[in-house]
């Protein structure tokens, strides 16, 4: 179970004065200007959740940090949603520094959306105030606080017709869909693929772009979530808890797996000769020596393009996005310890942050 501790919240954030993190326009001569005579206040300390415990007995503390600084190429982000990837705190990354070296403290929460509060050195494409959405790097603190960082080239501009708590879902699951179909799989129309876990967060997405690259979807899901998942595009979904898939699927080109485990492993005799198999779930069991799972597996990465492309399929209707809870930043530990309310059944968890008091729905 994951706990949340909080600390003294009778702090004085205090004030920091950014006059480099100011709207700007450009002239006709290529001189940039503020818009604002002054320079924009920002608070120098925020509320965050940190990770404090061990992978055996997961720990979130709500407390009083920094406000992060963003570095050469990077934006500040004030963030009104975060979305919850519940194995995050047993990743690598959350208690591991990119050099080996052991990490403490960790901010989850990797996908986000928010407004841009500040620019680092080098920005272009940005200014304050900025609605934006997207994803940053696994081994920065995250967006489970008032404020995170993350590179320019990581997000990109919100989807207009998406609350934040919306666009917050999309970008980690809606990128790896993205990534594994296209990247990796290399999906062409006319393709029969299996998507395992269809009405997860991942799931989700990877049938409705499988859909609409004009694939032919097969989709595992269980018997209260089956019509959802026709309804995103599946053409045949079957009940996992009743009916054994590769008893019901031959011949197909691609396997797109979010389950892993023995269900992967079964999923290698229903691939067609010369199939593909993408997978998000790393095999670590000791006897895991098998080339080909390693090959199947990868990590979603942060791309601009990417993330716009998505944007414009989910502000035309054609790409649909599921908020399965709204959870407000003071119970994040529930969210992540799975204990929260869910109001669909399938899709994502979001956290949303006390932002003007507007819950983060702005």
Not at 234 to 257: C, L, M, N, P, S
Request: charged fraction near 20%; hydrophobic fraction near 40%.
């Amino acid at each position: 179970m994951v706990r949340l501790r909080r600390t003294d919240r009778r702090h004085n954030k205090g004030f920091h004065i950014d006059s480099g993190a100011l709207p700007h326009v450009t002239s006709g001569c290529g001189i940039v200007r503020s818009l604002h005579p002054l320079p924009v206040e920002r608070p120098i300390r925020m509320r965050a959740a940190l990770f404090t415990g061990s992978q055996q007995e997961p720990l979130l503390e709500e407390t009083d940090v920094p406000v992060p600084t963003p570095g050469n190429g990077e934006i500040l982000i004030q963030v009104y949603a975060a979305g919850v990837t519940h194995t995050e705190l047993l990743w690598y990354p959350t208690t591991h520094t990119r050099e080996g070296g052991s990490r403490l403290h960790a901010i989850p929460g990797h996908e986000f959306s928010g407004v841009v509060t500040g620019l680092g050195a080098g920005i272009t494409g940005f200014s304050v105030g900025d609605a934006i959405f997207g994803m940053n790097d696994w081994f920065l603190d995250g967006g489970t606080a008032e404020y995170c960082v993350a590179a320019a080239s990581s997000i990109a501009p919100k989807p207009a017709h998406l609350t934040h708590a919306e666009a917050a879902a999309v970008p980690i699951d809606a990128l790896t869909a993205w990534q594994g179909l296209v990247d990796r799989a290399k999906l062409q129309t006319g393709e029969r693929v299996l998507v395992h876990g269809a009405a997860g967060a991942v799931g989700v997405f990877v049938v409705q772009l499988a859909r609409l690259r004009g694939a032919k979807v097969i989709a595992t899901a269980s018997g209260g979530n089956m019509e959802f998942v026709a309804q995103l595009g599946a053409q045949r979904v079957i009940d996992y808890r009743t009916e054994a898939f590769e008893d019901e699927v031959q011949d197909v080109d691609v396997v797109f797996d979010t389950i892993g485990g023995e269900t992967l492993q079964r999923s290698w005799k229903v691939l067609k000769s010369g199939g593909r198999m993408v997978t998000i779930v790393e095999d670590t069991s000791p006897s895991s020596d098998d080339p080909r799972a390693k090959d199947a597996f990868f990590i979603v990465e942060p791309k601009q393009e990417q993330l716009i492309g998505i944007g414009k399929l989910l502000d035309e209707g054609r790409l649909l996005v599921f908020v399965d809870a709204e959870v407000p930043f003071a119970n994040a530990s529930a969210a992540y310890a799975r204990q929260v309310k869910r109001n669909l059944g399938h899709g994502k968890v979001v956290i949303v942050m006390p932002v003007n008091g507007s819950g983060g729905q702005g």
